[in-house]
């Protein structure tokens, strides 16, 4: 696989000023040089060059070529970048073009990161950041993805598993010279040691997912009786009509799902059926969808019409935990109650018809969801698959520190390095590439 060389678009597909056909592997050069005719490219230098294709002569295209010779390139192999008019006919037969040649092939999703990370260009959580960076959709996400594709994750990770193969090295000597004991100090200087990383790790780990939350985006269900307004608040959030907003109660009926940015951060909204006793099945299965929602969400805002107060819904109120925001809805048409709190929370009073409260209640909503993600200044995890491999390790350091006899010990601790070399790519993942790649695209 890794000898062929492949090719693929590397900029979006469709109609565009100028797209970029990437090559890498041993024959990059060359078909450079059959494609444009010219002998000598100097390195990482923009040339002009006509592309014509080989086999018959025919002109492809006038555009720029840029020649990245192994090992300073992305995949660490020889590449060749090819800028050419973005429109849909060079675009092709520039492809076809190279598909007809000898040794070459379109390159799978992932490829040329994959190159990149086989050659050591970059770790597994560098290449997952990269594929986070392309999917990002916010200011936040991007910016936590850079970070990791930067290797802030990586090194983290590598800083941990040299500690313990520091405190191994030491274990090891204990072994390999039985007959010497070692000293009682080294061995709780071992063991401080132990402590402090596994705080350490757990620290990272006990960080409310707030990595995973900013990667995946904070899912937030609007609940509530029918005609409270949630379609209504939805529509103002998306700042579009995505739902349908009728006096009838019981308009929404299927959960409709829109995908915010909010202050920077990614959330995924769902309005929901509204909540009540119902003999329409459909209704009914469209309330247990409703109520299953906001049960899996991270966020919900309860919403009521205040007009209900004080007889409010108990199936909604009993939705109400502590991630949620209570609003109360149709200030303008009803007097505002005054309620200090509803379970604990100070509700919310709002209009979406006036927009009185609106912006209030954006801000506190804003706050919320920034709460649950907001960078801090140590790298969060981002990854389910980074946090199973965490928590293998912190479970080997546990064992470790319960157990005297040093060979088992020393056993412990290799299985927890190998648990953070499963994350970075350190040690045997071939399992895990065909799982980090298939999230990436075509061309990258
Ligand atoms: N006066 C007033 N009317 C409102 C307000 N918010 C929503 N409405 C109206 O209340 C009715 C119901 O609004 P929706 O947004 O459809 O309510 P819903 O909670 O989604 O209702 P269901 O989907 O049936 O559960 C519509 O006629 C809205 O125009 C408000 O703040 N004040
Ligand atoms: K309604
Ligand atoms: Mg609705």
């Known amino acids: 696989m890794m000898d062929q060389t492949i090719y693929a678009l590397a900029s979006g597909a469709g109609r565009c000023g100028v797209a970029v056909v990437r090559l890498s592997g041993s024959q990059a050069f060359d078909v450079l040089k059959q494609l444009s005719g010219k002998e000598s490219f100097k390195a990482r230098y923009a040339h002009r060059v006509h592309l014509c294709d080989p086999s018959d002569g025919e002109p492809i295209d006038d555009g720029l070529a840029l020649y990245f010779p192994a090992p ?37 999703p992932g490829e040329f990161t994959r190159r990149a990370f086989e050659n050591d260009k970059m770790d597994l959580t560098a290449a997952e950041g990269l594929a986070d ?3 990002s959709e916010t200011r936040a996400q991007a910016k936590q993805a850079l970070r990791q594709m930067e290797g802030a994750l990586g090194s983290l990770y590598n800083d941990w598993a040299d ?3 520091r405190i191994l090295a030491h274990f090891e000597a204990v072994i390999d010279f039985p007959d010497e004991d070692l000293p009682q100090e080294v061995e709780d200087g071992v063991r401080a040691q132990v402590d402090t990383l596994m705080g350490e790790i757990e620290d990272h780990l006990k960080d409310g997912h707030r990595g995973e ?3 995946d985006g904070v899912r937030l269900a609007i609940v509530g009786p029918p005609n409270a307004g949630k379609s209504s608040l939805l529509n103002h959030l998306a700042k579009r009509e995505v739902a349908i907003v009728s006096d009838i109660a019981g308009t929404t009926r299927d959960i409709i799902e829109s995908h915010l940015d909010i202050g920077g951060y990614p959330v995924v909204v769902s309005d929901t059926a509204g909540i009540r006793h119902s003999e329409d099945v459909i209704e009914i299965e469209g309330i247990k969808r409703a109520q299953d929602r906001a049960e899996s969400s991270d966020l919900k805002v309860v919403m009521f019409d205040c007009g209900d107060w004080p007889e409010l819904d108990d199936k909604t109120l009993e939705l109400i935990d502590e991630d949620s925001l209570v609003v109360l809805n149709k200030i303008d048409k009803n007097d505002k109650p005054d309620i200090s709190e509803i379970k604990g929370h100070t509700p919310i009073y709002m209009s979406a018809k006036s927009k009185d409260g609106l912006a209030d209640f954006f801000k506190k909503l804003e706050e919320e969801v920034a709460s649950r993600c907001m960078m801090t200044g140590a790298p969060a995890l981002t990854r389910a698959r980074h946090r199973e491999a965490l928590e293998e390790c912190v479970q080997a350091l546990v064992r470790f520190s319960h157990i005297d006899l040093a060979e088992l010990a020393a056993e412990d601790l290799r299985m927890a390095t190998r648990s953070l070399g499963r994350i970075t790519g350190r040690i045997d993942v071939e399992d895990v590439l065909d799982i980090v790649f298939s999230d990436f695209c075509i061309g990258k």
């Open 213 to 215: 939350l900013l990667r």
């Open 72 to 108: 300073h390139s992305f995949t660490g192999e020889d590449v060749v970048e090819l800028q050419i008019h973005g429109g849909r006919a060079v675009v092709q037969g520039l492809l076809d073009c190279l598909a007809a040649m000898d040794g070459l092939r379109l390159a799978e």
């Open 133 to 135: 960076l392309i999917h």
């Open 163 to 165: 500690r313990i193969l």
